[in-house]
C-alpha cells in the first residue's frame, strides 16, 4: 500500500475526553442465518479516532452501518450519544442526523448542485433557513477546498472531488461523530491524497471518527485506536504503533504481512 | 527578406494560400447525393424504387387533397362538382365541424364555454409543463383550474365546483394539523373530514345560485370528450401511479398486498371491459335513482387502467436507482417522505419519464374506446351520427384521417415536449 503521508501531529497530541460517544454492547447481526457480527463490544470516547480494518468480507462496513442504523441489528444494544438505537423511526432519524456518513461510492445526489446537496438536509431535516444552509455549506465547501465547484452538478466533478462534497455534505449536518466506510477505494490513487488530507484536517479538530479503510499510512498517522476485525468479530485492538509493529494475533499477522509485505 | 530565401536551404512561406472552394464532386448537394443515395449498384437500386414510391404515392394523395371539394352540403353533391375527377370531400368536414369538436348535442350557443375552457387549459399547463419559465405563483391558477374547468363545460351553479374544491382545502386543513401527530392519523382525518363536507354540501340545493345553463354529460362529445377524458384521467393517473408504485415497495405488508392485486388485476383486464363495467355492470350496484355520472364511472375505470401501468413504469425507475441514494437520503436523517420526495422520486420520474409519456399518448388514443359505449366521443361522432346520415354515407377517407390527423398533432406535441424535458433534466451527464 503506497504510504499517502500527510504530516501531522502524532496522534497523541490529539485529546481524548472521557465522554462515552458510542457504545456498543454484545452486539450480533445476522444476514438470513449467516452471522455477520458476532459479539461485538466497543465503546467509542469523543475525540477518538478510530480505524477499522480486516479483509473483505470480516464485517467492517456491516459494523459501522449499524451504528445509524443503515442495517438493523438482532441482539445487543447501541447506545449513539446517549440514544439507544431502537426501531422507533422518530429515534433513528435523530441518531443519523447527529452521525454523518460518507460512503466508498459517494452517493451524492446527480439531480441536485453541488450546494444542493450540501444545504438539503439542513434545511429539512434541521429546519434551517435558506440563506443561512448555504453560507455554511459554502464554509465546509471552502474546508474541503472546492468552493468555485458549488454550483456545478456532481457528474461534472472528479471522484476525489466528490468524496470530499460528502464529506461537507455530511459536515453540514454539524453532527457530533463521522463514519466513514472505504472513503477511498473507490479512486485512483492520484485522488486518494486529497481526500485523506480532508479526513486528517477533520481529525485535528477533534471529529469522532470511525473509519473503514485499508489506508495503513493514514491509520498510522490518524488513529488512536485500530481495530481488526475477521469472520464477524473483533480480533484486535490496538495503539497503531503497537498494532503495526507488534501484532499479537496470528490472524493480524496474517493480514499485515499481506497488504504491508509488497 | 527574400535575397534571404534565395540563398538558404531552409524555406519560409511568406505569402499564405488563401482558402480555395473544394472540387464539385466533393462538396455541397452533388457530394451528399453521391455518397447518400448513389454510392453502391444496390443502394443506387433502392434510390430509383423509393423514388418511384414516392412518386405512386404522391400523383395519388396529392390530387385528391388539391381537389378537395370544401363547400357542398352533402356528398352525391361534392361528387357532382367532381364530376368524376379525383378529389377528397373536405367539405363534411367543414360542415359538421362543430359536430366534431363539441358533439351533436352540446348547445351551439354554448360553444365559447368549452373553447374557453380549452384555452385556460394552456395557463394552468404551463406553469406545470415550463416549471422554469413561468412564475410559481401561476400554479394557484393551475389549482383553480379544474373547478373552474368543470364550471364552463357543464355549468350549473358556481358554488357545486366551489364546495368541490373546499371539500379538498379543508381535507388538507385537517391532515396538515394531525400529521404532526402521526401521517395515518393526518391521512384519514383529512380524507373523513373532505367527506364529511362534501356530503353536508351534497345534500344542499344550490340552484338559482350563480348559474350558469346546465348541460348534461350524455351531451358532451367530439374531440372535446376525447380532451376532457385524456387531460382528467393523466392527470389524476401520475399521482396515484407514484402512490401505487411506492405501495408496491412498502415495508408494510397490507399496503404491499394491496397495491399488488390492485395493479396485477387491472393490468389483466382488458381497458374495454373496465368500459363496460362502467357503463352497466356499476348501475347495478349503485341505489337507484342515484346519478352517478357516466363520464365520471368512465374518467374513474380510464384512470385506475392507466395508474396501474404508470406505477409499473415508476417501478422501473426505482429499481434503476442504485441502492446508495436511498442510504445516503437515511444516512443525512430525512425522513420517508422527505427522502422520496427530495430524493428518490424527482430522480425515478426522470429515469421514467419515456415510459410514463408511452402510457398517457396510448391512453389519450383509448379514450375513443369509449365510442364502444355510446358515448359520442370523435370517433363516435364519425362512426354514428355523421356517417350515419343520408348526406355524408360513405364519406371514410376524409372523416377517419381528419381524426387521425388531430390524434398525431396531440400526441406528437407530446412526445417532443418529453424529449425536451429530458434534455432539460439531464444534470448527471454534462
Known amino acids: 500500500m503506497a504510504d499517502t503521508a500527510v504530516e501531522t501531529p502524532s496522534p497523541a497530541k490529539l485529546e481524548v475526553s472521557d465522554e462515552v460517544a458510542i457504545q456498543i454492547t454484545n452486539m450480533n447481526k445476522w444476514y438470513g442465518t449467516f452471522h455477520v457480527l458476532r459479539d461485538i463490544d466497543l465503546t467509542v470516547h469523543r475525540g477518538e479516532r478510530i480505524v477499522i480494518a480486516g479483509p473483505s468480507g470480516s464485517g467492517k462496513s456491516t459494523l459501522i452501518r ?102 461537507a455534505r455530511s459536515l453540514c449536518m454539524r453532527p457530533r461523530i463521522m463514519l466513514f466506510d472505504e472513503p477511498t477505494s473507490a479512486l485512483d490513487p492520484e485522488m486518494i491524497k486529497e481526500v485523506l488530507d480532508t479526513m486528517v484536517e477533520l481529525a485535528e479538530e477533534g471529529m469522532t471518527m470511525i473509519c473503514v479503510t485499508h489506508e495503513m499510512g493514514f491509520a498510522r498517522q490518524v488513529a488512536n485506536r485500530v481495530i481488526f476485525m475477521d469472520q464477524g468479530q473483533i480480533v484486535e485492538q490496538n495503539e497503531p504503533e503497537e498494532f503495526f509493529n507488534n501484532p499479537k494475533n496470528p490472524r493480524t499477522q496474517l493480514f499485515l504481512s499481506q497488504i504491508l509485505g509488497h | ?89 373536405f ?42 419559465t413561468f412564475p410559481r405563483q401561476m400554479l394557484i391558477f393551475t389549482a383553480i383550474y379544474p373547478f373552474l374547468a368543470y364550471w364552463l363545460i357543464w355549468g350549473g351553479s358556481l358554488l357545486t365546483p366551489v364546495c368541490a374544491g373546499l371539500g379538498f382545502v379543508i381535507g388538507y386543513l385537517v391532515y396538515a394539523r394531525l400529521v404532526t401527530q402521526s401521517f ?171 415510459g410514463i409519456v408511452n402510457v398517457a399518448v396510448g391512453l389519450f388514443k383509448d379514450t375513443t374506446l369509449v365510442s364502444v359505449i355510446s358515448m359520442f366521443d370523435l370517433v363516435g361522432m364519425i362512426r354514428g351520427p355523421i356517417l350515419a346520415s343520408t348526406e355524408w354515407n360513405g364519406v371514410y377517407w376524409e372523416l377517419l384521417g381528419f381524426a387521425a390527423l388531430l390524434f398525431f398533432v396531440t400526441c406528437y406535441g407530446i412526445s417532443q415536449y418529453s424529449q425536451w424535458l429530458e434534455r432539460q433534466l439531464n444534470t448527471d451527464r454534462r
Open chain 1, 66 to 167: 449499524c451504528i445509524n442504523a443503515l442495517e438493523e441489528h438482532q441482539r445487543g444494544r447501541i447506545e449513539v450519544d446517549g440514544t439507544v438505537l431502537s426501531s422507533d423511526i422518530k429515534n433513528i432519524d435523530t441518531i443519523r442526523s447527529e452521525v454523518g456518513m460518507v460512503f466508498q461510492h459517494f452517493n451524492l445526489f446527480p439531480h441536485l448542485t453541488i450546494l444542493e446537496n450540501c444545504t438539503l438536509a439542513p434545511i429539512w431535516v434541521r429546519k434551517i433557513p435558506k440563506h443561512e444552509a448555504e453560507k455554511t455549506a459554502m464554509h465546509f465547501l471552502e474546508k474541503v477546498k472546492i468552493p468555485e465547484q458549488a454550483d456545478k452538478y456532481p457528474g461534472q466533478l472528479s471522484g476525489g472531488q466528490q468524496q470530499r462534497v460528502a464529506i
Open chain 2, 1 to 89: 527578406m527574400s535575397d534571404v530565401h534565395a540563398q538558404s536551404v531552409g524555406w519560409v512561406r511568406d505569402t499564405l494560400i488563401d482558402q480555395q472552394p473544394p472540387p464539385v464532386t466533393e462538396a455541397g448537394a452533388v457530394k451528399w447525393v453521391r455518397s447518400n443515395l448513389f454510392s453502391t449498384i444496390p443502394n443506387a437500386i433502392l434510390t430509383l424504387a423509393a423514388l418511384w414510391v414516392l412518386w405512386r404515392l404522391l400523383s395519388g394523395v396529392a390530387p385528391w387533397i388539391l381537389n378537395g371539394i370544401w363547400d357542398a352540403p352533402s356528398l352525391s353533391a361534392c361528387r357532382e362538382i367532381l364530376d368524376g375527377a379525383t378529389g377528397g370531400c
Open chain 2, 91 to 132: 367539405a363534411v368536414l367543414a360542415e359538421r365541424w362543430n359536430q366534431l369538436l363539441f358533439g351533436f348535442q352540446y348547445p351551439s350557443e354554448l360553444y365559447w364555454r368549452p373553447m374557453s375552457a380549452f384555452l385556460l387549459l394552456f395557463v394552468a399547463i404551463a406553469p406545470v409543463l415550463f416549471y422554469k
Open chain 2, 184 to 354: 395515518a392519523m393526518g391521512f384519514f382525518g383529512g380524507i373523513a373530514a373532505a367527506l364529511v363536507f362534501w356530503w353536508i354540501t351534497g345534500a344542499l340545493n344550490f340552484t338559482g345560485i350563480l348559474m350558469m345553463e346546465r348541460v348534461e354529460s350524455r351531451n358532451l362529445g367530439g374531440f372535446m370528450l376525447n380532451l376532457i377524458l385524456g387531460t382528467v384521467c393523466v392527470s389524476l393517473s401520475i399521482p396515484f401511479g407514484i402512490a401505487l408504485a411506492l405501495g408496491r415497495q412498502s415495508d408494510m405488508p397490507i399496503i404491499k398486498w394491496i397495491c399488488v392485486v390492485f395493479i396485477e388485476f387491472i393490468r389483466g383486464v382488458p381497458l374495454i371491459t373496465l368500459l363496460f363495467v362502467a357503463n352497466v355492470v356499476l348501475a347495478y350496484f349503485l341505489p337507484p335513482g342515484s346519478n352517478f355520472d357516466l363520464i365520471l364511472r368512465v374518467i374513474i375505470m380510464i384512470t385506475m387502467f392507466a395508474s396501474a401501468y404508470i406505477a409499473e413504469v415508476i417501478r422501473g425507475g426505482l429499481a434503476a436507482l442504485p441502492k446508495g441514494q436511498y442510504e445516503a437520503a437515511d444516512s443525512l436523517g430525512l425522513d420517508y417522505a422527505q427522502a422520496m420526495r427530495l430524493i428518490i422520486l424527482p430522480q425515478a420520474l426522470k429515469i421514467s419519464i419515456p
